[in-house]
């Protein structure tokens, strides 16, 4: 009989005990006496969030797909029973055996973003292991971090044994097997991790030492010791069409944000937009055979009993297949009540005929994200999106029967002015008047036009890792320019503006490019009890400003400050295949709002052809 960590009164004190008691649909049980490694897969966030994420499923079911190995999952507690296990001295446990995660010989923690910071801190205090990786013996688990936000990891170094950077597929087998060598031969820790940080793509941060100019920026980042790699090589999964996949993933008790079967199409993106890290850290973009996911589709909603299929990708428009696949979704399960959804599609003809057949057009609304509101400012984020193309969609939504429109900006990018600005209102109007170009008769229901902008953060291995941000205050002065620019417009009550919060995007800002030095802020903040953050209530701004004041670290150095083209970033030591050089003419061509062409149209010479297939190489044959 399964025993659960928690008891019946633990749990029916607690806002959700479903999100603590594991055993779901097709989560992987094992006899933990007949595996050779544990592993818990954390993502430092609510169970429902965490269950979203179709990395940690990739993940879970490749690494159980080894006899020798059991990969359990692990997510934050909620503040509830956060504060349960302090009092009661309960140690955070895995869902599936409810074992204690310190009894693991792996804890990996997935990292999507920067505002999660914390939860780590959290999931390592609650597991009763040191927060700081010197302090750690062969009596803890090796805590290895992965995700997006490990292209710079330093912020968090002190905290991490080791960072896997890039995907998952290609060398943990690798790395597992030399842990299960350096156990046999009772080799020390410091010896395992020196022979791990010699597989490519794993980087062992207490290895490495960084330096510093008295202005504060990096001087030099050096291995401590011979033979550690100088470079950090970003590991890449070329033939994702057979990659490991979950045919059967695991099926959530209570409702996660998106509670469906996901079919990852392609990897990486051939736009280039200079905003986006996406767009550049996954190149060369890889798509997956249609064929391969046509029956992935079968499979996937029979072994889960999940009414919806989504299509993912960072440009879903842009899949050469995608045509086929919508048609064979549409016909294969029709009259099966399976929702097809569409996330990053361009609003053109083929589209908005394909939503119009999967989806409620009186309930829905259609999403564009022009970026910018004037054309000028769309050349300089290289979003290749012209007005006329985005007033066009709008037309041909309107004419197919929607009203409700919502529209994506960003305040704060560079070389914006307050006309660009004012433009996002003028633009929104311009949407609603093609609205108001169709007969009274034939309109269905009133026009809706909902704009949110978001705050601009630079990230590294972008062309923009070279901008200043914005102080706070400035992110808000440029919002009410919006918000008085929409009061100025025609059909004003057809229009609704709304902003992210400046002071979580500042914060974001500081840790996308932090050094070593900010993970003393985190410690600090988590101190105070900073937790959540990500989630508005529960993100303390004030505590946080008191951890800047208390480590005297300054804001400004890593967010509104100008950075010279040759300084030496805390994530140069990564290579993630698209060169600096790159990166620096198109931040040159940003300055001049001169446009690059998308990798089917011409090869730019990013540097990624290097890894020898994808786009870069079609046709080649």
């Known amino acids: 009989m399964r025993k659960l960590a928690l008891n019946d009164d633990i749990l029916l004190k607690v806002e959700k005990p479903a999100r603590y008691i594991g055993n779901e649909v097709n989560s992987v049980n ?14 430092p966030d609510v169970y429902e969030i965490g269950m979203s994420h179709l990395g940690i499923q990739i993940l879970y079911n490749m690494l159980n797909q080894r006899e020798d190995v059991w990969c359990e999952r692990v997510y934050s507690p909620w503040i509830d029973l956060d504060k349960i296990l302090r009092e009661e001295n309960i140690p955070l446990f895995a869902l599936e055996s409810q074992d204690p995660v310190k009894q693991f010989d792996f804890l990996g923690i997935t990292i999507q973003y920067e505002m999660c910071y914390t939860n780590i801190l959290q999931i390592l205090d609650l597991s009763q292991i040191p927060i700081h990786s010197e302090d750690r013996t062969w009596e803890y688990p090796i805590v290895i971090g992965g995700g997006p936000c490990t292209y710079n990891p330093e912020p968090l170094a ?27 031969e009772g080799t020390s820790r410091e010896e395992f991790l020196q022979r791990a940080a010699c597989i490519e ?68 993106c051939i736009r280039g937009c200079r905003f986006c890290q996406a767009g550049m850290l996954y190149r060369p973009t890889r798509e997956r055979d249609v064929e391969t996911l046509k029956e992935y589709a079968r499979t996937m909603l029979k072994n889960t009993g999940h009414e919806e299929i989504s299509l993912s990708s960072l440009s879903s428009s842009d899949y050469s297949e995608l045509k086929e ?40 609304s259609l999403t564009f994200a022009p970026e910018a509101g004037s054309q000028r400012l769309r050349d300089v984020i290289n979003k290749g999106l012209t007005e006329e193309s985005i007033l ?25 002015a307050d006309e660009d600005m004012k433009g996002i209102a003028v633009l929104s109007d311009k949407i609603a008047r093609k609205y108001y170009e169709i007969p009274k008769e034939e309109r269905h229901g009133k026009c809706q036009i909902t704009a949110s902008s ?7 291995f972008t062309p923009f890792q070279w901008a200043s941000m914005c102080s706070n205050e400035e992110y808000i002065r440029r919002a009410y320019v919006v918000k008085h620019a929409f009061q100025e417009q025609l059909n004003k009550k057809s229009l609704k503006y709304n902003w992210h919060d400046a002071d979580v995007t500042v914060l974001e800002g500081v840790f996308a490019r932090g ?19 990500s989630w508005t209530e529960t993100f303390s701004n004030e505590k946080w400003m008191e951890a800047f004041c208390n480590t005297k670290t300054d804001i400004g150095f890593y967010t509104t400050r100008k950075r010279d083209l040759d300084e030496l970033f805390p994530w140069d030591f990564i290579d993630i295949g698209v060169s600096r050089d790159f990166l620096k ?14 990798c089917r149209r011409g090869c730019s010479g990013c540097g990624a052809a290097q890894f020898g297939g994808g786009v870069c190489y079609e046709g080649a044959n």
């Open 158 to 184: 002190e905290f991490f044994d080791l960072f896997y950077i890039g995907e998952g597929e290609t060398v943990y087998d690798e790395l597992l097997d030399l842990y299960k060598t350096c156990r046999a």
């Open 30 to 43: 094992k006899d933990s006496s007949k595996v050779d490694i544990r592993f818990a897969m954390c993502f």
């Open 392 to 416: 066009e969609g709008a037309g041909q939504a309107f004419e197919g029967g929607w009203s409700k429109v919502k529209l994506y900006f960003m305040l704060g990018l560079p070389t914006e």
């Open 454 to 460: 978001s705050f601009f953060v630079p990230k590294p």
């Open 201 to 268: 793509g794993i980087y062992a941060p207490g290895l490495y030492e960084a330096s510093y100019h008295k202005d504060g920026t990096l001087k030099s980042f050096v291995p401590r010791i011979p033979g550690i790699p100088t470079k950090i090589k970003k590991q890449v999964f070329m033939d994702v069409t057979n990659a490991s996949y979950p045919m059967a993933p695991i099926v959530p008790f209570i409702k996660a944000t998106q509670d469906r079967v996901v079919l990852e199409i392609q990897r990486g």
């Open 515 to 533: 050094d070593r030095r900010v993970g003393k802020v985190i410690e600090e903040a988590y101190r105070l009890g900073c937790l959540y953050d």
């Open 325 to 364: 696949l919508v048609n064979f979704l549409i016909e294969e399960f029709q009259g099966e009540g399976i929702n097809i959804s569409l996330p990053s599609l361009r609003i053109d003809a083929f589209s908005l005929d394909v939503m119009s057949k999967v989806q409620d057009i009186k309930k829905s």
């Open 585 to 598: 003419k198109e931040w040159e061509r940003a300055k001049h709002g001169r446009i690059t062409p998308n």
